[in-house]
C-alpha cells in the first residue's frame, strides 16, 4: 500500500516540537492573530525575500483580499488559466471581476505567455498566473506584458512555497503573492491558513485592515472588511513546520527524479524548465489511458489523484457563453490526461519502486529489467 500523501508520518517526525508549540498558545490564549502569527510573518516574508507577509484564513482569502487591496472589483477583468483548482476563479469572481481564460503551456502546465497579449481589452486590471504543481509560471515574459499594459500581476503560489523562477522565490515575482496553508499543500497547516506576499507596503496596510474588519482601530471600521483572521495555533504550526520546509521541498525533488529515472522510457513524466526550481506539489504523469491507470494502481493498494478533470471554464458553476468546449485545447486534454502519483517528503524508496514497478506494468512496460 502507498497513501497519495501521509500526515501521520510527518507529524510523529516533529511531534515535540509541534506539542511545544501547541502548549504555548494554549498557555498563552492568544488564540487569533497575536505574537505567533506576526512571528510567522516575519518567517515567511524572510522565507520569499519580500517586505511584507500577511497571515489570512485560507489560500482563497490571500486571493480574495489581495485582489480587493489592489482596487481589483466589477467592470474590471483578470486574466488567468483555466486549469487550475476552482478557488483561483472563485476568488476573481468574489470581487465582482470578470474572469478571462488563456491556454496553458502544455510544458509546464502553466499560463503560455504568448496567448497573453491577445485576451487583453481595456478592462483588463490584472494577470494571475498560476504556479501549479509547484511549478513556476514563466514569468518574465508575463511580467513584460503585463508591465507594458500597467496591468497588476498577482501570483497564484498556492502549490509554490519555495518555487524559483530564476533563482526569485514565487511569491516576490508579481505585486501580490498568495500562499495556502491547506493541509495537503507542502507547508500545510492542521487546519486551513493562507497568506498574501507584497513589496508594497499600501498593499499590505490595506490587506491588514480587510483581514479583520477594516479596523483601523478597535470598533472604527475605516475600510468594509472581512474575518480573515488567521489562527494563533495555525500560525505557531507553521513556524515550526517553516523550520523544515527546506528539508522537505529537497526530498520532494528527490523522489521526483527517482521517479523520472525509474519512469523513464514511454511514460510521460512531468518536465521541469531549465529556469524552475520546481517543488513537486504534485507530480503527474500523462497518459489517454487514465481511467484504467487509476482503477489498475487502487487494485494494486497505490493511491493517486487527479489534479484537475474539469478545467474551470467547463464547470456547470463557472460556466461562461464565451468559452465551450475545445476553446482551450492544451488545458482540456491535461484534464483528461494527468495522473498524480504520491508525493510527500517521508517517502520511502521502497514505496517509489513500488508505486514505479506498478505504473510499468500497468503501461505495459517491461518490468524484468528493473531499474536501480
Ligand atoms: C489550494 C489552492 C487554492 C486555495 O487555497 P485554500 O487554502 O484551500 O483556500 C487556490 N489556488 C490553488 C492553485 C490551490 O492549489
Request: aromatic share 8%.
Amino acid at each position: 500500500m502507498v497513501p497519495f500523501i501521509d500526515l501521520k508520518a510527518q507529524y510523529r517526525g516533529i511531534k515535540a516540537e509541534i506539542d511545544q508549540a501547541v502548549t504555548r498558545v494554549l498557555e498563552s490564549s492568544q488564540f487569533v492573530l497575536g505574537p505567533e502569527v506576526a512571528a510567522f510573518e516575519q518567517e515567511f516574508a524572510a522565507y520569499c525575500a519580500v517586505k511584507h507577509a500577511i497571515a489570512v484564513n485560507t489560500g482563497t482569502s490571500a486571493l480574495h483580499l489581495g485582489m480587493l487591496a489592489a482596487g481589483i472589483g466589477a467592470g474590471d477583468e483578470v486574466i488567468t488559466v483555466p486549469f487550475t483548482f476552482v478557488a483561483t476563479v472563485a476568488a476573481i469572481r468574489y470581487t465582482g471581476a470578470t474572469p478571462v481564460f488563456v491556454d496553458i503551456d502544455p510544458r509546464t502546465f502553466t499560463m503560455d505567455p504568448g496567448q497573453l497579449e491577445a485576451a487583453i481589452t481595456p478592462r483588463t486590471k490584472a494577470v494571475l498566473p498560476v504556479h501549479l504543481y509547484g511549478h513556476p509560471a514563466d514569468m518574465d515574459p508575463i511580467l513584460e506584458v503585463a508591465r507594458r499594459h500597467k496591468l497588476l500581476v498577482i501570483e497564484d503560489a498556492c502549490q509554490a512555497h519555495g518555487a524559483e523562477y530564476k533563482g526569485r522565490r514565487a511569491g516576490s515575482l508579481g505585486d501580490l503573492g498568495c500562499f495556502s496553508f491547506y493541509p495537503g499543500k507542502n507547508l500545510g497547516a492542521y487546519g486551513e491558513g493562507g497568506l498574501v506576499t507584497t513589496h508594497d507596503s499600501e498593499f499590505d496596510r490595506k490587506i491588514r485592515l480587510l483581514r479583520d474588519w477594516g479596523a483601523e482601530h478597535k470598533y472604527e471600521h475605516v475600510l468594509a472588511g472581512y474575518n480573515c483572521r488567521m489562527d494563533g495555533l495555525q500560525g505557531a504550526i507553521l513556524r515550526v513546520k517553516l523550520r523544515h520546509l527546506e528539508r522537505w521541498t529537497e526530498a520532494r525533488r528527490a523522489h521526483a527524479a527517482r521517479y523520472d529515472h525509474l519512469l523513464e522510457g514511454g511514460i510521460a513524466t512531468p518536465k521541469a524548465a531549465e529556469w524552475a526550481r520546481h517543488v513537486y506539489h504534485i507530480y503527474a504523469v500523462r497518459t489517454p489511458d487514465r481511467t484504467r491507470w487509476q482503477k489498475s494502481c487502487s487494485d494494486r493498494g497505490i493511491h493517486t489523484g487527479i489534479h484537475y478533470p474539469i478545467p474551470v471554464h467547463l464547470q456547470k458553476a463557472y460556466a461562461d457563453p464565451r468559452y465551450r468546449a475545445g476553446a482551450f485545447p492544451h488545458s482540456e486534454a491535461a484534464a483528461r490526461e494527468v495522473l498524480s502519483l504520491p508525493m510527500f517528503p517521508e517517502m520511502t524508496e521502497e514505496q517509489i519502486q513500488e508505486v514505479c514497478t506498478a505504473v510499468r506494468e500497468i503501461a505495459g512496460k517491461d518490468l524484468s529489467a528493473t531499474r536501480s
